[in-house]
Structure formats: C-alpha cells, structure tokens
C-alpha cells in the first residue's frame, strides 16, 4: 500500500502514548526518511484517562493542512476512543484496534486489524510499550516510513537502555505481525 501521502490518526485515553507516537512517527519520516511531516494533539485538561488523540501527516510533498482529513489508518487503543473518532472511517480506512481495551466497535467498519496490544505489551515488559507495537504494525503494514528509521528514532528518544530494549522489542513484536 506505498502512496505518496499518509494521514494518520492515533487515538486513546491519556497515558497511552498518543502524543508520544505521533510525534515518533513524524520525527522518523522527516529525519531519517526525508518527508514532511505534521503532526497535532487533542487531549483533556487531565493528564490521564481522558481522550486523547494525535493526527500524523506524512508525505513526499509540502503539506498544507494540519488534520487527517480522509484517515488512512486509524489506532484505537482504548474503549473511550471509539465513538470520538468512529465518524472518521470509511471503507478503506485501515482501523488497528487494541482488542484488549476496545469492545464496542463495528467489525465491518473499515478493513479492521483488532490486536491484543496490552497483553502483548505485557509480555514484552511494559503495559506502556502497547503504542510502540501499534507504531511497528502501522509501519511493516503500510511502508508509510522505513523501519531503519522507526528504529533510528526510538534510539534518539530512549537513552536508558531498559527502555530503549522494551520499544525496540515491542516496534518487532508489531512488525512480526504482519
């Protein structure tokens, strides 16, 4: 599915990483993969469990706009999630679903991929590393940026090695499957 734009929403409560991988995902296509890229936020006054939702834009070309307008791919990671962003899927829309979390969803929305991300998150060493399998899944699924450059970017991002170990761990988990 190579195209030349990419419109990406990341969508969950606060705590989950929307923001930090959106901004993962447009730091490695405009540093490493020579793109442009933009990226917004939408969260709540509280820090945690509240909506929050990022829009990633990735292209070959300037990007005028700052929102997803026609979403190529849609990560729900929380129940809450859903019914802000349901409106925003069409049939071709790519919905990456955290099974674990999200219950109440339509199956025939969307080509929908529904993944048990907080288990596997778990598994690899941190409930919070469910957005970096996401993140490796989106990639290896839809070529939108490399993954040297997925990798390149989680290294700059997480000095301490514990950390570092588990994203890169989870970014393959993602990527093993596609």
Do not use: H
């Not at 300037?62 to 026609?70: K, Q, S």
């Not at 791919?73 to 802000?84: G, N, Q, R, T």
């Not at 199956?107 to 409930?127: D, N, Q, R, T």
């Amino acid at each position: 599915m190579m195209k030349n734009t990419y419109e990406v929403i990341i969508s969950g409560i606060g705590g989950q990483g929307t923001v930090v991988s959106g901004a993962i995902l447009g730091e490695a296509a405009s540093s490493y993969d020579n793109k442009f890229a933009v990226m917004t936020c939408t969260y709540g006054t509280e820090a945690r469990g509240t909506f929050a939702k990022s829009d990633i834009l990735i292209s070959d070309n300037f990007i005028p706009y700052y929102e997803a307008l026609n979403p190529d791919i849609i990560l729900v990671l929380s129940d809450k999630a859903y019914p802000y962003i349901k409106n925003r899927i069409d049939k071709e829309t790519i919905v990456v679903i955290n099974s674990n979390e999200v219950k109440n969803y339509e199956k025939i929305l969307g080509k929908v991929y529904a993944l048990p991300l907080s288990e596997m998150a778990v598994k690899v060493g941190s409930l919070q590393a469910l957005n970096m399998i996401a993140l490796g899944f989106m990639v290896g699924l839809t070529q939108m940026i490399s993954r040297e450059a997925l990798i390149k970017t989680v290294e700059n991002k997480y000095k301490n090695k514990r950390d570092y170990l588990i994203n890169i761990k989870a970014i393959e988990e993602g990527w093993k499957m596609i």
